[in-house]
């Protein structure tokens, strides 16, 4: 017994490490190979940053870079208002079929993303609407939502409501309690909400394939067509060299955040109360 | 003749099916420290919530101040209440959380400033302003949430048993310092809570509550010594109930209970209203137990045989059966000669007849 225990405790930081090696090695051997002088995976030639150049250069890869932020920036806020709302009246009110309700809100994270991205597709074109960047933010706003629900579902059940009546109770009236106590209290929630639901929406490729247009690619379109051209012609670097930006700046995300708490009396309110308590 | 400081006339609650409070009728004078004491569900916390506008009475009305204020939102009433949870802003430092209320009111920020500085004097909790909430210890938690209602002044102050998360030493200790403030501004305290001993201590009048209902109301002294009823004196401590019939001997009350005990009825001026089954609660501390060998002192003596005793610390508890049916309860000193009691061991007991009161039907 002891020996299979010892044995076990051993090769736990073995094992913990091949996960790690399996999850991280291949984003590692993209971004090595995006600073190789050959444009493809198969040996090492040099080091060069003439992808990060040609790339940089590449006039479609900022205009996929606005699309992209532009649908994001605009579909992030929208479900993260219209998920804020759906979560207090889910939580704060009782009504019929709210069960009901509750659970298909959750329901479309379980359907498989080709089939949401096709009946999106389908619901647009029996609308008449042409795809751009309209359909694609209509179909970011519907996707993220769910994701916002449930992140500011499980902040409001971890506040005291009885503040809202103490607001009240000193001389608030609905409004100004709303906007003194209820959104500053949960405001670390919508934040998280939002944080989460960025890169969800940035980084979609199933369903913003199927709702966009040819002209109007955002970024993991643009980095799908990159791809497709390169099966032809070989040259993977520029591609690498996406790969790694876009890995990069998902890194920095949480970070910036990160940091941007850890600011003191950085002013918002509620802010402290995202940071760790002092003791 | 002042204005009374909150009025309840017949003031009704239903929630769902169930009714929370029934047809209280109340008055409350200015500067009072008025308690509502009752079990958990009795109705009590309702009924102030009904007074700080959180819960709207289904039929009857509630004034205060003189005025009707049913359909006055919470916000608009000069009331303000300590909740049991005290429901500090957390996200807003001790000076935001007693400017709060202040800064709706659109103060001046001086007048904000020295307000909030003499209320925190008041509550003795100086040098935290900065701090949030949760940086404090309950106690200091407390005094803020108080701060945080008197910095307003109101006509009223309600309090939800705001004492019941602290410790004992604690609880105390905050007691004395409740009385201490509320002297100091004269403001109605309406307060709330399920102990008597806290009731008692604080007040000066107290309603006891029971299914909605107001079943007593007076000062401390009348409600602990006169209960009326069976639940009051159950409630207030009273735990030794007999029931049976009222009889007279030369010129004496008595009650005969079934076991066939004749007990003498204290002499009070209030006669029962029914000549049927009475009954006489009797607190236990007011009991005396003797050994057979020593001379009980009282007219007003039984004989019986100890079932129970147990150490409660400061004081001895036993159980005494009387006449093969009555069992009593008795309460006495633990450094006293009934220490040398024990059980199966036959003894007197016997009371002042003053002591014992004789209850209302419910």
Request: aromatic share 0%.
């Given at each position: 017994m002891s020996v299979v225990r010892s044995l076990g405790r051993a090769s736990l930081p073995g094992l913990l490490g091949l996960v790690y090696l399996f999850i991280y090695a291949p984003l590692f051997i993209l971004m090595i190979f995006s600073f190789n002088t050959a444009g493809n995976l198969a040996w090492w030639q040099g080091f060069s940053l003439e992808w990060y150049e040609k790339l940089l250069s590449y006039d479609q890869l900022w205009k996929s870079l606005r699309i992209s932020l532009m649908v994001t920036g605009t579909a992030v806020i929208l479900s993260t208002v219209i998920g804020t709302l759906t979560a207090y009246a889910l939580y704060r009110w009782r009504f019929w079929g709210k069960r009901l309700f509750e659970g298909m809100l959750y329901l479309p994270m379980y359907i498989p993303e080709v089939v949401l991205g096709i009946s999106l597709l389908v619901f647009f074109i029996f609308l008449g609407m042409p795809r751009g960047i309209l359909t694609m933010i209509l179909a970011h706003v519907a996707f993220t939502i769910p994701l916002v629900v449930l992140v500011v579902l499980a902040r409001m059940q971890r506040i005291d409501w009885t503040l809202e009546e103490a607001a009240m109770d000193l001389g608030a009236d609905e409004l100004t309690t709303l906007r003194r106590v209820t959104l500053p209290l949960l405001f670390p929630g919508i934040m998280a909400a939002a944080f989460l639901a960025f890169p969800w929406s940035f980084n979609d490729f199933v369903i913003t394939y199927f709702v966009?247009?040819?002209?109007?690619?955002?970024l993991p379109v643009l980095t799908y067509n990159l791809i497709l051209g390169a099966k032809r012609s070989g040259a993977m670097g520029m591609i690498n060299a996406l790969g790694t930006l876009m890995t990069v700046a998902a890194l920095l995300l949480p970070l910036v955040a990160v940091l941007l708490l850890r600011v003191r009396r950085f002013s918002l309110p509620g802010l402290h109360l995202l940071r760790k308590k002092r003791a | 003749m002042n204005t009374p400081s909150v009025e309840l006339r017949d003031v009704t609650k239903h929630f769902a099916t169930a009714i929370a409070v029934n047809r209280v009728n109340l008055t409350i004078a200015r500067g009072e420290f008025f308690s509502f004491l009752g079990p958990s569900g009795c109705g009590k916390t309702t009924t102030l919530r009904m007074i700080g506008g959180l819960e709207t009475p289904d039929s009857g009305d509630i004034l205060i101040n003189g005025e009707r204020v049913n359909e006055i939102p919470p916000y608009e009433r000069n009331v303000s209440t300590v909740f049991q949870r005290l429901a500090l802003f957390p996200h807003l430092t001790i000076t935001e959380n007693l400017a709060f209320g202040l800064k709706i009111q659109h103060q001046a920020y001086d007048v904000i400033q020295e307000k909030v500085a003499a209320t925190l004097e008041l509550v003795h909790l100086p040098g935290l302003q900065d701090r949030y909430p949760d940086q404090l210890s309950g106690g200091q938690q407390q005094r803020v949430a108080l701060a945080r209602s008197l910095v307003l002044e109101p006509e009223v102050l309600l309090l939800d048993e705001?004492?019941?998360?602290?410790d004992r030493k604690l609880r105390k200790e905050m007691q004395v310092e409740l009385r201490r403030i509320q002297r100091e501004v004269s403001i109605t305290f309406i307060y709330v809570t399920h102990d008597q001993k806290e009731a008692i201590s604080m007040s000066d009048r107290i309603a006891i509550m029971k299914e909605g209902k107001i079943v007593q109301v007076g000062s401390p002294r009348e409600i602990f010594e006169r209960p009326r009823t069976a639940f009051v004196a159950d409630f207030m401590g009273a735990s030794n109930l007999f029931s049976g019939q009222l009889i007279e001997r030369n010129g004496k009350r008595y009650l005969k209970t079934q076991s066939g005990l004749v007990i003498q009825v204290p002499?009070?001026?209030?006669?029962?209203?029914?000549?049927?089954q009475q009954l006489l609660a009797l607190r236990p501390e007011a009991i005396g137990i003797f050994r057979k060998d020593q001379n009980p002192p009282t007219e007003n003596s039984f004989a019986g045989r100890v079932l129970d005793r147990a150490y409660l610390g400061e004081m001895l508890e036993f159980e005494v059966l009387l006449n093969g049916t009555e069992r009593v309860r008795i309460h006495s000193h633990s450094?006293?000669?009934?220490?040398e009691i024990l059980v199966d061991e036959e003894v007197l007991i016997g009371w002042d007849a003053n002591s014992a009161s004789l209850l209302r039907e419910e």
């Open positions: 966009t247009s040819p002209g109007n690619a955002p | 705001p004492l019941s998360a602290l002499n009070s001026d209030e006669s029962p209203h029914s000549q049927d450094r006293s000669p009934a220490d």
